[in-house]
């Protein structure tokens, strides 16, 4: 079997399986501290779901495997994988647990602030003895993130299991760290557990800040060295609006990035580079091509209020790719 992931043969008829937790987004209606907002607007939020509606607005089969309260955020968004085609067969209402949620404010520049309600979640439930009974047989792909496992123990052993099943059946390992250091229990227990299942990936996509701090290396170069040696495949550092750099074992490149006309909300915008990369993939197209649609699915994401309002379908995402700015838009 070819090596690197680029000519792991992934093709559009394998579906995708997504491995998280979703939750209820509240996105304040005006800016300031979050204890001062009056009035929120509702949405679905998660690094997986993103990615999940990402792929199906480019027309590829995607699933969720998770665990969500038997509550109005629970049943609200198992409508919305639902109304947006995402399958929902490996998704479980748990009665006495609850849903996430989260609070987002409103910036106009930078980084918005985020506040979590997930300690005891349904999601924080998922263990390998839930993986091990799951029938994974419509799916080619598992892409999961850093979050999964850092929401309980048990969250750990179901995220190594699905490792091991994607290995042992012949799945494609898609993995984004995704850091979230508040939710770990310390920052060796991240770095040691992200660090191995970096290990076993086809391809790792981490931003540079994230690389940095798993590795203590500085560049995108070496950073994409150091997950190399470890043993992952294909190695994908996300550097912003400077663009992404890939590398293999054969090779390695830099993919320019594109302008962004206005930075509304950068939450989202790995989750759309995911989407892009491993579409294209899914379509045959040379690594070179799926990192370069990363960056562009990305850069639309940004200009976008919502965590994934902005995914594109093909229609906007060829526009862009094109002119600069989505169809539609």
Known sequence: ????????????????????????????QSEGPLECVDGYTAAIA?????????LRRLEHTAGYLTKLGDDPFGRR????MRENGIGTELTALCAGRPTGF????????????????????????????????????????????????????????????????????????????????????????????????????DLFLPGIAEGQTLTGARTCEEIAAFYLGLGAKTVVVKNGSAGAYACTPEKSFWAQGFPVRQVVDTVGAGDGFAVGVLSGLLEGLPLCEAVRRGNAVG???????GDN??????AQLAAFMEKGEPANA
């Open 102 to 201: 989260m609070l987002k404010s409103k910036v106009h520049a930078g980084d918005p602030e985020i506040f979590y309600f997930r300690k005891g979640s349904a999601a924080s439930t998922l263990c390998a003895a839930d993986v091990e009974k799951l029938d994974l047989s419509c799916y080619g792909v598992l892409h999961m993130t850093g979050i999964l496992p850092a929401l309980s123990d048990g969250c750990r052993a179901a995220a190594l299991a699905l490792a091991d099943r994607a290995r042992d059946e012949g799945m494609f390992f898609s993995f984004d760290p995704n850091l979230r250091p508040q939710l770990w229990p310390d920052r060796e227990t991240m770095t040691r557990f992200v660090n191995d299942l970096a290990a076993r990936a």
């Open 46 to 54: 998660g690094a997986e779901y993103n990615v999940a509606v990402g």
């Open 1 to 28: 079997m070819p090596r690197n992931a680029a000519d792991r043969g992934i093709n559009m008829k394998q579906g995708v399986l997504l491995a998280g937790e979703p939750m209820a987004l509240f996105i304040a």
């Open 309 to 314: 309002d902005g995914l594109p379908t093909r």
């Open 77 to 80: 968004i198992v409508r919305g």
């Open 299 to 305: 850069a639309i994401q940004v200009m976008s209020v």
